[in-house]
């Protein structure tokens, strides 16, 4: 007998975890198989972005990850000296800047050692099953599941799983996509690097003032505090000169931790030293057949930006509501195309903007990266990502660009949906918190509430709406027709991810007739006008 699974995810990393908690926190039945005994135990990713910020939120993670912080990015500056003793230190900007104009979150920073075991337990508590020690070892699929037989490393075990659908999570050397037989491109491996991890009394100072991170020119090396003391220094390498991971043994980081600290005879005890490749590639696709590849298995990137595991965050969140509506009956499978239209040009254009912000601070290093693109605003990447065909309605005369303005997020189809402070029952909350499971209709107009009631009610359509203003159940502050793009009368249609699907910038004369074709358009499943299911 085999073990039958709404969704099976190969990968217990940063991407496959948040998968987990996404799909478990929408009552869809989710097992993780994951090769290592535990959650991970390397200093990778730090930089949360304040749009998974947002994405942790809605998964009530907000407070348990700023208590589990490893670093403060809202105090801290970035700087740039030629050691820690340097006096003359030149501070650029903040990693991130204060989000509050735009978001109901700030960034954080919280170590990926630090942030899995937190989606791990959420996951876990929401009812996914995890499967650590646990190795996939290959799969089939046909028109009707996914079969993969994963061994259970402790006791050697195999057991043989079939799956509605298989999300890929399984990183940059995970097996699966090539096993779906999906290629990649790009520039490749571009830079060797070395994390070294140490121990040691040094100020998480510099100059006066506290420390996110600094370059020091001396050694072409980023150092940056962490929590308790610990250190993280990280290099390049260069293995067409000889060099190789095993010569930074214990005395040579030593060497280096000095040359970092500008002072001799540092006392430093070393944690941890190991390599990694920074490398550029895109995967041909996102998905074949039942299979959905998210994260470094779709797509890596230079941490210039730090966008490589917050886009992977995104992909979950993308991939996540699609999978849950169709395997609630509520949607029609092609809604799971629409993933890879959606995700795939969004990260092509990520993927350059890490790039360009590479070549910036290293000029070209390895002589085969495309012209740089033009760079944007952090935070227009991460705010203001841009589908501009998938599940949504697109509209007529939209300017076709990656990233709109993040500043200038005005409700367009295929954008996330603007945040706006509202007050419901005496209780501040944004937009944002509107949204996580059923598409929303926020509108002006209560015609729109008793047309979406009754579509819910009588259709069984996944359908909430909120009428805002002063004659309904939202006050926001200032004017929200503005915001959203739409005139006092109108209506916006947001999707479970908090992206825009349609727009009407007025009532409309058969406002449940205009439901039904938009929802039927961007995939849900539907018969008749009156919203009851085919
Ligand atoms: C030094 C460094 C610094 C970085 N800094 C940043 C940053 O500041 N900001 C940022 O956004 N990103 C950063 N990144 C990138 C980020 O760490 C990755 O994008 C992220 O880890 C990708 O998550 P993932 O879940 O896709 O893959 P991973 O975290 O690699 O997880 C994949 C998991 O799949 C498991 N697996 C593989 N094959 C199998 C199998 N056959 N069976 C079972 N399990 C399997 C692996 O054991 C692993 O646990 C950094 C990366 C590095 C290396």
């Known amino acids: 007998m085999s073990t039958h699974i709404p969704v099976l995810i190969i990968g217990g990393g940063l991407t496959g975890l948040t998968a987990a908690a996404l799909l478990a926190r929408q009552g869809v039945g989710c097992m993780v198989v994951e090769r290592h005994a535990d959650t991970s135990i390397q200093y990778k990713f730090a930089g949360i972005s304040p749009r998974s910020m947002e994405i942790f939120r809605s998964l009530g993670l907000e407070a348990e990850i700023r208590a589990k912080r490893t670093g403060d990015q809202q105090g801290g500056g970035i700087a740039r000296a030629r050691n820690l003793a340097d006096p003359d230190v030149q501070w650029g900007g903040q990693a991130w800047p204060d989000a509050s104009p735009y978001s109901p979150t700030q960034p954080a920073t919280c170590d990926q050692h630090v942030l899995e075991p937190i989606l791990r337990r959420c996951a876990e508590r929401a009812g996914a099953d995890t499967r650590f020690n646990t190795e996939f070892l290959s799969l089939e699929q046909d028109a009707a599941a996914v079969y993969a037989v994963i061994r259970n490393r402790e006791t050697g075990k195999e057991e043989t799983l079939v799956a509605d659908y298989l999300i890929a999570a399984d990183g940059a050397n995970g097996t699966l996509r090539e096993k779906l037989g999906i290629d990649r491109k790009g520039p490749g491996v571009l830079q060797h690097w070395m994390s070294i991890i140490f121990d040691t009394d040094l100020s998480p100072e510099i100059g006066g003032r506290p420390l996110t991170s600094c370059f020091v020119s001396d050694l072409n090396a980023t150092i940056t505090p962490r929590p308790g003391g610990r250190w993280l220094l990280a290099l390049q390498y260069f293995p067409e000169k000889g060099e190789r991971p095993e010569d930074f043994d214990r005395n040579r980081c030593r060497e280096l931790v000095e040359k970092a600290a500008g002072r001799a005879g540092v006392k430093a005890e070393l944690v941890d030293a ?103 605003n952090d935070y227009d990447v991460v705010f203001g990502q841009r589908y501009d065909s998938g599940a949504l309605v697109p509209e007529d005369g939209a300017p076709e660009r990656a990233f709109e303005p993040v500043a200038e997020l005005a409700g367009i189809p295929g954008t996330r949906a603007p945040h706006l402070v509202i007050e419901r029952d005496g209780e501040t909350l944004s937009t944002l918190d509107l949204f996580g499971r059923d598409f929303v209709l926020l509108a002006g107009d209560a015609k729109w509430r008793a ?79 009156d919203g009851t299911r085919r």
């Open 274 to 376: 190991r390599s990694w490749e920074m490398a550029a590639f895109l995967a041909d696709r996102f998905s074949a057949g039942r299979c959905f590849l998210i994260g470094d298995a779709a797509h890596l990137m230079p941490p210039t930006g730090a966008f490589g595991g917050n886009s992977g965050i995104h992909d979950a969140h993308n991939l996540a509501w699609k999978l849950a509506m169709v395997v609630r009956g509520e949607a029609n499978a092609r809604l799971l195309d629409t993933y890879d239209a959606e995700r795939r040009p969004v990260i092509a254009a990520t993927l350059a903007q890490a790039l360009a912000r590479l070549q910036q601070w290293f000029r070209d290093p390895a002589g085969r990266l495309p012209p740089a693109v033009a760079i944007v």
């Open 451 to 529: 047309a979406a009631d009754r579509l819910r009610k009588d259709g069984g359509l996944p359908l909430a709406c909120h009428v805002l203003g002063i004659s309904g159940d939202l006050a926001p502050e200032g004017r929200w027709p503005g915001a959203y793009g739409v005139e006092e009368s109108g209506a916006v249609l947001i999707r479970p991810d908090g992206f825009v699907a349609w727009r009407a910038p007025g009532v409309e004369t058969d406002i449940a007739g205009r439901l039904v074709q938009v929802l039927e358009e961007v995939g849900m499943r539907i018969g008749h006008r």
